[in-house]
């Protein structure tokens, strides 16, 4: 089942602004990831967060979680046209050491950058 | 290009065909997945292998029978599909939770139409 929502569900902006992306969640979880799709590809890792982690960067990437309101944040800054694709959080929920991950997978932002 | 390769690319089968799904993948990963994912929606998860034990089934119907043959392979065998099945269908393999959190690889899946 889906866990998280994310908003909006569009967004268009222009080339060279910021686009921030959100993401909330309803469990414990031991990390929150976020990932990338091109239409007719698979999912690309942008960046994992760990839960005691509060911002992290990745080039002109920018991810925020907040345990306590069980959300998240994606910012790209200084937008290009490559950037339009599918994005989408991902938490991965509390485990013991040695299982595989289980992500489960927010609703999805439609980002379009135009030129 | 991505490091899982699923094959293949494009798949149409009638609802009384037998049919495989194929994934495979060199990064000594010890987690395999299987998602589905419909259009405009958020991938879903359908079954995990763990050390080539399957780890995780998602109540996913009996039509869709998993098998991991060893540690770099992972089919999805179709049989009596429905036209709701109708899906892209990913791949993706990880690390196996230690002591670091791991992100997953995708496959560019499969796109299946049942007929």
């Known amino acids: 089942s889906q866990q998280g929502e994310e908003d909006p569900q569009a967004l268009s902006i222009q080339e060279g602004e910021n686009a921030t992306m959100n993401c909330s969640y309803k469990?414990?979880?031991?990390?929150l990831q976020w990932y990338r799709q091109n239409s007719g590809r698979g999912l690309v890792h942008l960046i994992l967060i760990r839960s005691n982690e509060r911002e992290k960067h990745s080039g002109r990437l920018r991810v925020t979680l907040d345990t306590s309101k069980k959300s998240s944040s994606l910012l790209i800054t200084a937008s290009r046209a490559a950037d339009t694709a599918s994005y989408f959080c991902a938490t991965d929920a509390a485990r013991e050491t040695g299982t595989a991950s289980k992500l489960t997978f927010g609703t999805g932002t439609r980002l379009q950058v135009t030129l | 290009d991505t490091e899982v390769t699923q094959t293949p690319k494009h798949l149409v089968m009638g609802m009384t065909n037998k049919k495989s799904l194929k994934c495979e993948q060199h990064?000594?990963?010890?987690?395999m997945y299987w998602y589905k994912q419909k259009a405009k929606k958020p991938p879903e998860l359908m079954f995990v292998y763990s050390y080539e034990k399957l780890s995780i089934n998602e109540s996913v119907p009996s039509r869709f029978s998993p098998e991991c043959p060893n540690s770099s392979l992972l089919n999805l065998h179709l049989h009596a599909l429905q036209p709701e099945d109708s899906a892209l269908y990913l791949c993706?393999?990880?690390?196996?939770?230690?002591?670091?959190?791991?992100?997953?690889?995708f496959g560019d899946g499969t796109r299946l139409s049942i007929l």
């Open positions: 993706a393999s990880s690390q196996v939770w230690g002591n670091s959190n791991q992100p997953q690889h």
């Open positions: 469990t414990s979880i031991n990390n």
């Open positions: 990064m000594g990963h010890r987690a």
